[in-house]
Every structure is written in structure tokens, then in C-alpha cells.
């Protein structure tokens, strides 16, 4: 019923005339707002961000492991929903919301969610007229699938860390979402990208963390002191358990042990679609600290530390530092 319900128009002449209708008052009068004015969102959502290369999928696999937030596989697709909403606010508002929860399921990496989002669109077309929003529609798909495969969650987030350079994007969505700052030492990043991608992607991957870190401490200048919390994927690795407990008391979730035997549990399976994401399918470790010694050359390793040190030194990565690369 809800797939049927999925594409189900009125017909065609009296569809264009509230469609026409519809687009006019808008235009004249008002726009369906990105975020929620009415405080009638499910949670405060939750963004995992970062540089990339950085452990986002770790941490992912590991907060789904206690089943209290729901985090798919990241698709990275709300930064782009706020501009492509101001593109279509002449449509009626089912068409609109046909147009927003089919970007999650056209988009390449949706597969992994396996999810079915039919019930989505119904309960997103009943979304009382003032409470119509871009954040309605967003919530109303992460509850769809928190409800298929979490349905005791507290919450949901989103993962991806090309949102780290769209937060004010994603704020004005979601102005009271928290975020999750993973950072890491730029030296492993930089050695993870160009293993992964080649030689010629460090001076890319270098001015990805640099700017990554600018675009974090910038927005967190003007956010709320609660909202965000910046944890080190080293810590991570090295003290998983204060480190997780540290995190879910920022996100309101409670720490459990299941959460570090996230390899085991079936919320972890990026690693059986994407090559890159094999570690995930292992108990966690601490031997990929310090890898760019051995993948970096001496020049590598020159490039990298002359354009990340200062913030290396900011973010305390050089406290022990003897001069030694």
C-alpha cells in the first residue's frame, strides 16, 4: 500500500491548478522554511564530521552498535537538499516531498541503508501545513529508517565528512543539531589518502585537513557551547571505552559494551561493499597510528608537516615533538 501510495497523483488538470495556485502564494506571500520553527522535529540530530581518512566510519559503526541512534551508511546528501529546495518551491508540496526522499533513494550508496522509504513519502505529504519544512521531510526519512532497523533509538545522526565544509548549511536545517568533530594527526589522513588515491592527491588531502580544521573552529566560534564535541580518532583507538562514554553523554545515549564488538554485529557493512572500509570489519586497533612513517617519503612527510604544523601544534599532536619528522 505505502509503494502504491508513493505514486499515487490527483489528476492531471486539477494537479496543475494547485500546483499553479500553490507556486503563486508562495511567491507572494511566503516559502517553506529549511528548518523546524515549530520545535516539532523527532531529536536533535547528530553530524559525525571530519577531514576524511579521519575514522567517521569507525565511530559510525560503533554508536549504531548500542542500537539507541540510528546512523546509516553515510550518502552525503543533506548539504546539497537545502539549495535544491529553494529550486522547487513552485511545486506542490508533494511533489516536493516526491523530490526530496528521492534523492536519498536515487543517490549510489542508498543500497546500503536497506531501507524501504514508501512509508516516507505518505508521512511526509501529512505533514501538518505549518509545520512544512526541509528538516520535516529529512527527519521523517532517518525515522523511517530508524524504525526498519532501530526501532529503540533515541535519535539519529548522519556521517559524511564532506559536511564538515557545509556546516552552516547544515545549520540552517538543523539549528540545534550537535556535532561530532573526528579529528587525526594530518600526517596519517594525508598517507591514507594517497595510498587509497595516489601520489598526486597529498597536496589535495593536505589543504582538505587544513581547511577542514579553519571551517570547524570558525563555526564553532558562533555555535552553542553544547553542540559540538571534538575527540581524536588517536583516543578513539587507544581508550575506546572513556572515549565512546565521553561521546554518548554529549549525544544522550548511554555507553555499552556491545559498542566495541561493532566488527560482529550486522550495523557494520560498509567493509563488504567498499574495499577502503575493510578495518571496519575488525576489532578495533591501534597499529594505523604513526602509518605515515612507513607510507610517506622524506619530501612526503616535509610537504605535509611545513603546511600542518601549526595546527598540529593547536590541536596538542606535537606536545612530545623533538624535532624529528
Same mark, same amino acid.
Given at each position: ?11 492531471? #488538470?486539477?494537479?496543475?491548478? %494547485? ?20 520545535? =516539532? ?23 549504531? $552498535? ?10 552525503? +546528501? ?20 516526491? &523530490? ?9 550508496? #542508498? ?25 520535516? +521531510?529529512?527527519? %521523517?526519512?532517518?525515522? =523511517?529508517?530508524? %524504525?526498519?532497523?532501530?526501532?529503540? $533509538? ?14 552552516? =548549511? ?5 539549528? =540545534? ?27 589535495? $588531502? ?16 558562533? $555555535? ?5 564535541? *571534538? ?6 583507538? %587507544? ?12 549525544? /544522550? ?11 560482529? &554485529?550486522?550495523? @557494520?557493512? *560498509? ?13 578495533? #586497533? @591501534?597499529?594505523?597510528? /604513526? ?10 612527510? @616535509? ?12 590541536? /596538542?599532536y606535537l606536545d612530545d615533538y623533538d624535532g624529528d619528522l
Amino acid at each position: 500500500m505505502g509503494y502504491t501510495k508513493k505514486y499515487r497523483y490527483t489528476p492531471v #488538470f486539477q494537479a496543475r491548478v %494547485e500546483n499553479m495556485w500553490s507556486g503563486i502564494v508562495r511567491k507572494l506571500f511566503n516559502q517553506y522554511p529549511l528548518s523546524d520553527h515549530k520545535g =516539532t522535529l523527532s531529536c536533535q540530530p547528530v553530524f559525525i564530521i571530519s577531514a576524511g581518512r579521519s575514522g567517521t566510519t569507525l565511530l559510525r559503526s560503533m554508536l549504531a $552498535a548500542s542500537f539507541q541512534i540510528a546512523i546509516p551508511p553515510e550518502t552525503q +546528501i543533506i548539504h546539497l537538499l537545502a539549495n535544491k529546495f529553494y529550486t522547487i518551491q513552485n511545486l506542490h508540496w508533494k511533489d516536493i516531498c516526491r &523530490l526530496v526522499v528521492s534523492n536519498f533513494e536515487s543517490h549510489q550508496l #542508498f543500497p546500503l541503508w536497506d531501507s524501504d522509504l514508501s512509508s516516507a513519502y505518505q508521512k511526509a505529504f501529512d505533514i501538518p501545513e505549518k509545520e512544512r519544512c526541509l528538516a520535516k +521531510i529529512i527527519d %521523517e526519512v532517518f525515522k =523511517t529508517y530508524a %524504525e526498519q532497523h532501530f526501532p529503540d $533509538a533515541f535519535c539519529w545522526g548522519d556521517q559524511s565528512p564532506i559536511h564538515t565544509f557545509f556546516l552552516p =548549511t547544515i545549520q540552517s536545517v538543523f539549528p =540545534t543539531a550537535k556535532y561530532i568533530h573526528l579529528m587525526r594527526d594530518s600526517r596519517d589522513v594525508v598517507s591514507s589518502f594517497i595510498t587509497r588515491f595516489g601520489n598526486e592527491k597529498i597536496y589535495e $588531502a593536505t589543504y582538505r585537513w587544513v581547511e577542514s580544521i579553519k571551517r570547524v573552529q570558525k563555526f564553532q566560534s558562533k $555555535a552553542n557551547a553544547d553542540q559540538m564535541i *571534538e575527540v581524536k580518532y588517536e583516543d578513539l583507538v %587507544e581508550n575506546p571505552e572513556p572515549t565512546l562514554t565521553q561521546i554518548c553523554n554529549f549525544v /544522550g545515549i548511554t555507553y555499552r559494551s556491545s559498542m566495541l564488538d561493532y566488527w560482529k &554485529l550486522p550495523t @557494520t557493512i *560498509e567493509h563488504k561493499y567498499q574495499s577502503y572500509h575493510q578495518n571496519i570489519g575488525k576489532p578495533v #586497533f @591501534t597499529s594505523s597510528i /604513526g602509518k605515515w612513517k612507513e607510507r610517506l617519503t622524506k619530501e612526503q612527510q @616535509t610537504y605535509v608537516f611545513s603546511h600542518t604544523e601549526y595546527y598540529l601544534k593547536l590541536k /596538542g599532536y606535537l606536545d612530545d615533538y623533538d624535532g624529528d619528522l
